[in-house]
C-alpha cells in the first residue's frame, strides 16, 4: 500500500493535526493534553492525609487513620473529586473517554514523579468484575494503571489480583456494611511476595475497597501497599 503522507510530504501536517488542543479549554498546548493555565486551576489534593489521601489543611493524619490504621500503608490522590476532574472521569467511566485517561494519566505521572518516595515495584489496577467489563467494553483503572505506567516505566500487573464476584451497591451503607460486603470479592497470587505495589483506581470513596484489596495483598505476601486513585471524594 502506497503510504501516502511520505509521497506528499504530508507529515508535517499530519503532526499538526494530531496535536492535542487541551482537554478542558481547548486551547493549542506544546504536546501535552493539558494548558497550563488548567493545570494551574485543577483541584489539586496536595495536602492531604497520607493514610488515607482525604484532602487536610495540614497534610497530617485524620483523626480516622490516627484511631483505625488502614490495611494499606499510604494513599494518594492527585485531585479532589471536583470540576473539571469529576466530569472527566465519568467521562471516562461511563462513555469511553479514553482520552481523559490519557491526559489524567500524564497529569498523575507528573505528580508521582516529584514525591519523595520510591516508585513501587508494580501497578495493580483495581479488577472489575467479568459481567461489568463485557457491559462496559473496558476498565477505567486499568486504562489510567497503563497510562502511569507507561510513563513512570513500571509494569501493569493485570494477573496477580482476581475478583470474584461484582459487589453490591455501597452508595449508603454503613462502613461495617461494606466491609463485610466486599470479603471474599479479591484474592491475590502469591507472586505478590515481598513486593512494593500500588493498587490504581479512578475514584477513591471511602477506601473500603483498596482496603480490602490491600488485606488480601497483605495475605499473599506484598511487602509495601500503596493506593494511588486520580480523584479522592472531599
Ligand atoms: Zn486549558
Ligand atoms: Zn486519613
Redesign the pocket.
Same mark, same amino acid.
Given at each position: 500500500m502506497i503510504d501516502w503522507s511520505r509521497v506528499y510530504n504530508f507529515r508535517p501536517w499530519l503532526d499538526l493535526a494530531a496535536a492535542p488542543s487541551c482537554l478542558y479549554c481547548g486551547a493549542g498546548t506544546a504536546g501535552s493534553g493539558c494548558c497550563e493555565g488548567c493545570r494551574y486551576g485543577l483541584p489539586w489534593n496536595r495536602l492531604a *492525609?497520607p493514610? $488515607?489521601a482525604?484532602p487536610s489543611s495540614t497534610g497530617l493524619? *485524620?483523626p480516622? $487513620?490516627l484511631r483505625r490504621p488502614r490495611r494499606f500503608d499510604q494513599a494518594w490522590s492527585a485531585f479532589v473529586l471536583a470540576a473539571p476532574v469529576h466530569s472527566g472521569l465519568l467521562g471516562l467511566k461511563y462513555h469511553a473517554r479514553f482520552e481523559q485517561a490519557r491526559v489524567l494519566g500524564e497529569l498523575m505521572a507528573c505528580e508521582l514523579r516529584s514525591r519523595a518516595r520510591p516508585l513501587p515495584e508494580l501497578l495493580l489496577p483495581v479488577p472489575l468484575h467479568w459481567r461489568r467489563l463485557a457491559g462496559r467494553g473496558y476498565n477505567q483503572a486499568l486504562l489510567l494503571a497503563r497510562e502511569l505506567g507507561a510513563r513512570l516505566d513500571l509494569p501493569v500487573d493485570t494477573r496477580s489480583l482476581r475478583r470474584h464476584g461484582a459487589g453490591r451497591d455501597q452508595i449508603g451503607q454503613s462502613a461495617s456494611a461494606r466491609r463485610a460486603n466486599l470479603r471474599g470479592l479479591f484474592s491475590a497470587s502469591p507472586s505478590l511476595q515481598g513486593r512494593h505495589v500500588a493498587l490504581v483506581d479512578d475514584v477513591m470513596t471511602t477506601g473500603a475497597t483498596f482496603d480490602e484489596l490491600a488485606r488480601v495483598c497483605r495475605k499473599a505476601g506484598a511487602a509495601t501497599i500503596e493506593v494511588w486513585s486520580a480523584a479522592r471524594t472531599p
Open positions: *492525609c493514610g $488515607c482525604l493524619s *485524620c480516622r $487513620c
